[in-house]
């Protein structure tokens, strides 16, 4: 397969670049460290076009591709890495499967304020027993005439604080067969948001409650049966995730490799010293193990792990100045090892990719 990019989509790079270092440059440490959502940002990325990208004209989308949504989030990501978690909200995100299954009048009430950067939907599939054993969640919404009515709770949904609209997993009933999901909008009584923790990496996520939660049948995104379709939606999210990894890799490397040449001690600049070229040299072929592979387990597996790397070493590289927050590379190393646990921790890409080695299912449960 050829990685290079045609001419089309070279010159949408240069310009999505040139809009970065324009509008999204300065401020882009602050944006880091903020822990709030940048929407002043979002609106810009809005009146830009950089929302919405892969989406149909008719639902207000460009009605461009998933590989400019990608070329769109790295170059973000290079100039703003913070920024770039609007380029994912506005087009992998819960967003992507929503579109996809949306009903026309669930698109006309959300999708308006969503891609003009006014409002944020965020994603409940994990719960307290049911990681990456997704399947095992027990959120119920059950029909009582002409409502659903959701009982459970959700844990690390990112934007959760921020977000007025949530896509919830529910069951519906027993087994991987009774597994949909609903939309619950903020404020619908018998939903509350806890108060906002923090990851590592400085997002904020807050337990959602649901008790009693009557919702309209109009509400719901996929009925029973819907769990492989939610599937093929969160594997576009796996993509921004992956994307981002290498671009915050490539970000922190690009920074520490500026400072190797000017920085002196002893007398010389740091990267005159061999044990730093062979950092160098191990990160940039990580940085050149882009996706090899078709499938999207793959393709994370190998951005997440080169990225992480890239970032890792370059903080190495920058010493003191890399460990303090006064560059972007200590925050680059904490988002990038952040995306190794979400959106399918690396050791479940790799049961993953083992079983299409061997071409069956290994069950990860007892007997
Ligand atoms: C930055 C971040 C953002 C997130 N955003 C969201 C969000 O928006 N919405 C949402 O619903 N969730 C979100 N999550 C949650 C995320 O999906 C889960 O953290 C992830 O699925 C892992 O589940 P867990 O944390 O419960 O770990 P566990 O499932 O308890 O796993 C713990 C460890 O055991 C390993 N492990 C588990 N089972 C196996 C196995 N069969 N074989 C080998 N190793 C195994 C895992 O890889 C991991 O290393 C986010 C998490 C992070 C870190």
């Not at 109009?218 to 049966?225: D, F, K, Y």
């Not at 005159?272 to 996706?291: H, I, M, N, R």
Request: charged share 20%; aromatic share 10%; hydrophobic share 40%.
């Amino acid at each position: 397969m050829d990685f290079e990019l045609d001419e089309e989509s070279r010159a949408f790079a240069d310009s999505v670049r040139r809009f970065a270092r324009d509008k999204l440059a300065e401020g882009a440490l602050r944006r880091a460290h903020e822990s709030a959502y940048p929407w002043d940002v979002a609106r810009m990325l809005a009146a830009q076009g950089l929302l919405g990208i892969p989406f149909a004209e008719a639902d207000g989308g460009m009605g461009g591709t998933l590989l400019q949504a990608v070329i769109a989030i790295q170059e973000v990501a290079l100039v703003c890495p913070r920024s770039a978690d609007i380029v994912q909200a506005g087009n992998f995100g819960p967003i992507r499967t929503f579109v996809e299954y949306a009903t026309p009048g669930q698109k006309k009430r959300f999708l308006p304020d969503l891609l003009a950067g006014k409002t944020l939907m965020s994603l409940g599939m994990t719960e307290p027993d049911a990681g990456s054993a997704v399947t095992d969640l027990q959120t119920r919404a059950e029909m009582e005439g002409t409502v659903y009515v959701v009982n459970g709770s959700k844990i690390f949904s990112t934007h959760s604080p921020e977000a007025n609209l949530f896509l919830i997993y529910v069951r519906y009933g027993p087994g991987v067969g009774g597994i949909g999901s609903v939309l619950v909008e903020r404020g619908t009584p018998g939903f509350t948001i806890g108060k906002p923790s923090s990851f590592m990496s400085g997002e904020q996520w807050a337990e959602l409650h649901f008790e009693g939660c009557r919702i309209p049948a109009e509400n719901v995104l996929l009925g029973p049966g819907g769990f492989k379709k939610q599937i093929s939606g969160f594997n576009v999210e796996r993509l921004g995730n992956a994307s981002r990894s290498l671009a915050l890799g490539r970000y922190a490397f690009n920074l520490a490799r500026e400072h190797a040449l000017v920085r002196k001690q002893f007398g010389r600049p740091l990267c005159e010293f061999q044990g730093l070229q062979w950092k160098f040299a191990a990160v940039a072929s990580a940085d050149k193990g882009l996706p090899a592979a078709y499938e999207t387990a793959a393709a994370k597996l190998a951005c997440n792990t080169a990225g992480w790397e890239a970032a890792n070493e370059a903080l190495q590289v920058m010493g003191g100045t890399g460990y303090s927050r006064d560059t972007l590379v200590e925050y680059c190393v904490r988002r990038t090892r952040g995306w190794m646990i979400a959106g399918g921790s690396l050791e479940m890409l790799k049961n993953r990719i083992a079983e299409s080695i061997f071409d069956r299912r290994f069950d990860q449960r007892p007997g």
